[in-house]
């Protein structure tokens, strides 16, 4: 396979996921760990239902199942998402260790959509903390650890406003390298590109080349037959000068002697000429044209 045939963001995606994948299959361990330890059946269940939502749509979209659209995409970051969020809830809410996890649906939304998918998922991160911190302080739903709901509001904004930075500054970073990724890409097609287009009008001049190289070939082997076949009737021209030149003499006709001498200098021209038209046959590709067109003329020869 052509190497600069393969799309570095889509390599590094399949090569995200792998670890993404690894990372989940432990936070969903933890996560079976913490619930089974409160013995809540509803919790359980929505912890199962998510993990096997994410998972179907991490599939789908991974290994191409079904056609690719951005919904599919949209829907399964938005239960990633919500995955990561029970998850830090059952590890200790706001005084969880994996409060950090939005970090990778923040990685895979920019190698996954085109345009701000890494800001926006960011956003949706930083919303689902503060999500979180307002079902605590409203008693919607109950902390495991109590730590930092005991806090007042201005510790939690801090704490909010730190995560918020943290994730959009991951969010801008991976669309830049992102981004970088891509520009190189479509330079690397460009280049590709003009580089076929050089390549084929190369083709295209050498097989122009080769043609009138090959009629060239051609005329000058017929060319290099003209000896053979002009010495013959030479031969006769120069019997016949000669008998002109013998009868001038015995006649004593200086004109007809004149016209003797003047045909005997156009055949030694004639015969310089086809001199040089006989060394066209000692060229090896000359050779080779002729010996091809004698075994079409005499196959059985």
Not at 49 to 67: G, W
Not at 97 to 106: D, G, K, M, N, P
Not at 152 to 159: K, P, W
Request: glycine fraction near 2%; aromatic fraction near 10%.
């Amino acid at each position: 396979m052509n190497i600069s045939n393969i799309d570095p963001v889509q390599s590094l995606l399949k090569s995200w996921q792998k670890i993404k994948i690894f990372v989940i299959l432990i936070l969903f361990c933890i996560g079976l760990l913490q619930i089974s330890a409160l013995n809540q059946i509803v919790s359980f269940a929505l912890f199962i239902v998510t993990f096997i939502v994410m998972s179907a749509l991490n599939v789908i979209t991974n290994f191409h199942l079904i056609s690719q659209n951005r919904f599919l995409k949209s829907a399964q970051l938005i239960f990633e998402i919500l995955f990561y969020a029970i998850i830090i809830h059952y590890t200790g809410g706001m005084g969880s260790s994996f409060v950090w996890i939005f970090i990778l649906a923040i990685i895979s939304a920019t190698l996954v959509f085109d345009n701000f998918g890494g800001i926006i998922t960011s956003m949706l991160g930083s919303i689902s903390l503060l999500a979180l911190m307002l079902l605590y302080n409203y008693d919607l739903i109950k902390p495991i650890d109590t730590i930092m709901i005991s806090q007042n509001i201005a510790s939690q904004t801090i704490f909010f406003i730190s995560y918020f930075t943290f994730f959009s500054i991951i969010g801008f970073i991976t669309e830049h390298i992102a981004s970088l990724i891509k520009m190189n890409r479509t330079q690397t097609e460009n280049s590709n590109k003009v580089e076929t287009i050089k390549n084929n009008k190369i083709a295209a001049i050498d097989k122009d080349l080769e043609k009138k190289y090959k009629e060239v070939v051609t005329v000058a082997t017929s060319l290099s037959k003209l000896d053979h076949d002009i010495n013959n009737p030479l031969t006769i021209i120069s019997l016949s000068i000669s008998r002109i030149l013998n009868a001038g003499r015995q006649y004593n006709d200086e004109k007809l002697m004149k016209y003797a001498n003047q045909m005997t200098k156009a055949l030694t021209n004639i015969n310089n000429i086809l001199d040089r038209v006989h060394k066209l046959k000692e060229l090896e590709l000359i050779e080779k044209e002729r010996r091809i067109n004698d075994e079409k003329t005499n196959p059985n020869s």
